[in-house]
């Protein structure tokens, strides 16, 4: 398999501030996505992100797949980006596309 | 686009009795489905790959006779926990990789918002 390692694993932030999580792992993929996961339980997708930099909103994502790392930073937090995050990865070679999960940061935003 | 939902939100058994859950996509087809459980405070973990028409491919400790999945055509995929007992307690949650989708990635994984099983 594949090993997948978020940090930090738990982030308090005052409303207003800026984060950003990091995700390391330990081959080549074909997929990286970014998820938040809400009281409710629901993954909500953030990105697709195998590689490159991306923006929406408030959030960006940088992936460096030659260096196995990507990054998720949230700007100008709001009480409800609250929840999980959780960085997912698919094996490059998987034909199948399982994705390998990290722990995840625990994310509170006061406000 | 690229919606998966999931039928029941929750549901509560008495143990030993059988339970099926759906897992659909609305908008896609899905010629790959995932089944995934969480405990509380953890991170997800695979239990079936399953394509359609095909049989699932299940993680290394996982029952199969327990947990049965059908994956019988495009947009639907069924787990059923077998015979169910208190520790198969726990969130499950689906997820499909899309077929054709304009928008996402090759790989992408769209997920439902999750089954919660408690047995008693």
């Known amino acids: 398999g594949i090993q997948v390692e978020q940090s930090p694993p738990d982030l308090i932030l005052q409303e207003g501030a800026n984060s950003t999580l990091r995700c390391n792992f330990s081959?080549?993929?074909?997929?990286l996505q970014w998820f938040h996961q809400n009281p409710w339980g629901q993954l909500i997708n953030l990105f697709y992100?195998?590689?490159g930099t991306k923006q929406n909103g408030r959030l960006s994502a940088t992936t460096v797949a030659t260096e196995r790392y990507s990054l998720l930073y949230i700007s100008s937090s709001q009480t409800t980006d609250s929840g999980v995050y959780f960085c997912?990865?698919?094996?490059?070679?998987?034909?199948?596309?399982?994705?390998?999960f990290g722990r995840g940061t625990q994310l509170t935003v006061w406000p | 686009g690229a919606v998966v939902s999931q039928h029941p939100s929750w549901v509560i058994c008495k143990s030993g009795t059988s339970v099926k859950i759906e897992c659909r996509s609305l908008?896609?087809?899905?010629?790959?489905m995932f089944w995934y459980r969480q405990f509380p405070k953890q991170s997800l973990m695979l239990m079936a790959t399953?394509?359609?028409?095909?049989?699932?491919?299940?993680e290394q400790g996982v029952e199969k006779d327990k947990f049965l999945i059908n994956h019988a055509s495009l947009t639907l995929s069924t787990l059923t926990v077998t015979s169910a007992h208190p520790e198969d307690s726990s969130f499950y949650i689906c997820?499909?990789?899309?077929?054709?989708?304009?928008?996402?990635?090759?790989?992408?994984?769209?997920f439902g918002p999750g089954t919660r099983l408690t047995v008693l």
């Open positions: 908008d896609f087809q899905a010629t790959t």
């Open positions: 997912a990865v698919g094996h490059r070679g998987s034909t199948l596309g399982r994705l390998y």
């Open positions: 399953s394509n359609e028409g095909s049989k699932a491919t299940y």
């Open positions: 992100i195998p590689s």
């Open positions: 997820s499909a990789r899309a077929f054709g989708l304009k928008r996402g990635g090759r790989y992408e994984q769209f």
């Open positions: 081959d080549s993929v074909n997929n």
